[in-house]
């Protein structure tokens, strides 16, 4: 029996902006265990990020507004509602960089340029113990190493644009794991790297996820970097869960129309065959959508999906999918 | 090799100094591009790629003279037949070939400029070639928007109407509105998301069918230079490690450094990550090891790697039963490749 760690029940929000009102997230359902890994795939403004963001609180409040649902932490068999609780409280604040940990896209823009790798990651491991500087200097360093970081006790000083993008992610993944997060979410953890860089780090937030037994979230927008690195994958579309799986199931025998479409167009070094690429383009956030929110691009669209939404249904072997013609 | 190349290069060295200040430590040249030399023919896509600090962007830059190489030649053969050497000339002298050889840019938010309308952008290119006839600017900026798969009704709006694929059409409409004959497409697909990254790719093909074009196509996405390109070569700071036909170079690659890349690669089918293969990070180009400037991260150098620059060799291979021209820079290729066990990525 897997212990629950994180549940969305049925969450659906909304940005309020001047430009309109954007549906980002609707009737989401995911459960995360302790110590699996879960991939979530999608394109730009699908909602794959502020999924992320959510249970941190770290999203502009009330700009954003969750409309329905709730997202459960459990801790210590105590579970509540992090929706419920103040944005920055010390209930969130005991979770959020502690418990539950992010490695975001771009690190140069989410690393400080003013203060040295070691000041960053010495304010964030005193603010989540009791050690004193001198103590937190050493518990750096052991996790930079961790991160594989090569000369970890000289690049403590370094400030960060003085190293390579491959190094600042490391030090970025340094500063996730440093205070044994029971959560990891990487959002686009790779994508502004090269690819040799990017097999290292990947292998990298394997090894450290394996080692530290934490759950992990991997965002992506591609399928390929998620197919070794996880074991369940939920594709998200506009807002909405379209396919949830084990990472055989989805790649293997994907059942969604998106799903397919998406792996269809993705190019691979094995095959010459003519990518198929989904036609059109995503709609716009502050469209109104009706009915399914792929219909517009589906190729097996009907009647009834342009005017109802798809339930969420169960087939064999846990795998869901949101779509009237599986 | 029959048919004449389109574009040559030369021995192509663009070197930067870096000159020593209140505030820098270093003094000396980097070497972003050293003597690299590819021929481009008629009707080919030809991919560069590598990681990021290893010169194509500035191979791109330097052949459409963006920026002035510090040496060597960039032959071009023209539609009038004369070949002309892109390199010595200035400017001025330049500008009648502008409109047969074009860019298209990798990031389409920053490319296209937010106080021109569509029509304006693509109109510019075919004013600035002499073109003044309205009517007749405006019936190839209407049919280019529409080979793009846009509509004509798109060329009032302003370039922030628009997504990052859109935009990116837009892009590739400006850079053939003038029928260019060789296009520079530097990481044009690098910043869209796979479902429209699939979409433009298949653009790109269309029309290079359509127009006759030849392709520069600089990545570091080897998938997609799989998928797009005919003949592709691989740089390793500066310099160019192996060039093949596409296929040839995927099935068997005859350099380590390309066989790592492909090592690097994730891929939907493999459930491995293979990241024992490369090791550390590009070197500083402003003081490149010695030699080979690969051998650092090598899993097959020697000795003499560390001693001697190895150069790009000619050999004969055969694909598909067919004759084929190739080229790498290893010392030990024969010994390394020669007799190839088959690898674990041709078995799909």
Known sequence: ?326 | MVATPLVEVEALKMHFSMKSGAFSRRKGVIKAVDDLSFKILPNETFGLVGESGCGKTTVGRAILKAIQPTSGKVIYHSKDGDSVDFVPMSNKQIRPYRQEVQMIFQDPYSSLSPRMTVQEILEEPLILAGVTDKDYLYEQASEMIQQVGLRSSHLMRYPHAFSGGQRQRIGIARALITRPRFIVADEAVSALDVSVQAQVLEILIDLKNKFDLSFLFISHDLSVVNYICDRVGVMYLGRMVEVAPTQALFTKPLHPYTEALMHAIPDINERQIRNDILAGEIPDAANPPTGCAFHTRCQYAKDLCKSKTPELQNFADTLNGKEIFRQSACHFVEEIFHHPKERKFNEM
């Open chain 1, 1 to 326: 029996m897997r212990n629950k760690l994180l549940e969305y029940k049925n969450v659906a929000a909304r940005f309020h902006t001047i430009e309109g009102t954007t549906s980002t997230l609707n009737d989401i359902d995911l459960t995360i265990y302790e110590g699996m890994s879960l991939g979530i795939v999608g394109e730009s403004g699908c909602g794959k990020s502020v999924t992320a963001r959510m249970p941190i609180r770290l999203l502009p409040e009330p700009t954003f507004k969750v409309t329905h649902g709730e997202v459960i932490y459990h801790r210590d068999g105590k579970p509540f509602d992090v929706l419920k609780a103040k944005q920055n409280g010390t209930q969130i604040n005991s979770i959020r960089g502690k418990e539950i940990s992010m490695i975001f896209q771009e690190p140069m823009s989410s690393l400080s340029p003013i203060h040295t790798v070691g000041s960053q990651m010495r304010e964030l491991i005193m603010q989540h113990s009791d050690m004193d500087k001198k103590q937190a200097k050493a518990h750096a360093i052991e996790v930079l190493e961790k991160a594989r970081v090569p000369r970890a006790s000289d690049v403590y000083d370094d400030y960060t644009f003085q190293l390579s993008g491959g190094m600042r992610q490391r030090v970025m993944i340094a500063m996730a794991i440093s205070c044994n997060p029971r959560l990891l979410f990487a959002d686009e953890p790779t994508t502004a790297l090269d690819v040799t860089i990017q097999a290292q780090i990947l292998g990298l937030i394997k090894d450290v996820q394996r080692e530290q037994n934490m759950a992990l979230v991997l965002i992506t927008h591609d399928l390929a970097v998620v197919a070794n690195m996880v074991d369940e994958i939920a594709v998200f579309y506009l807002g909405y869960i379209v396919e949830h799986g084990t990472t055989d199931d989805i790649l293997k025998n994907p059942k969604h129309p998106y799903t397919k479409a998406l792996i269809d167009s993705i190019p691979t070094l094995h095959s010459t065959e003519a990518l198929k690429p989904i036609k059109g383009s995503i709609p716009d956030p502050y469209a109104k959508i009706t009915g399914c929110p792929f219909s517009a691009r589906c190729e097996k669209v009907t009647t009834r999906c342009r005017v109802e939404v798809p339930p969420f249904v169960s087939h064999e072997n846990g795998h869901k999918v949101r779509c009237f013609e599986a």
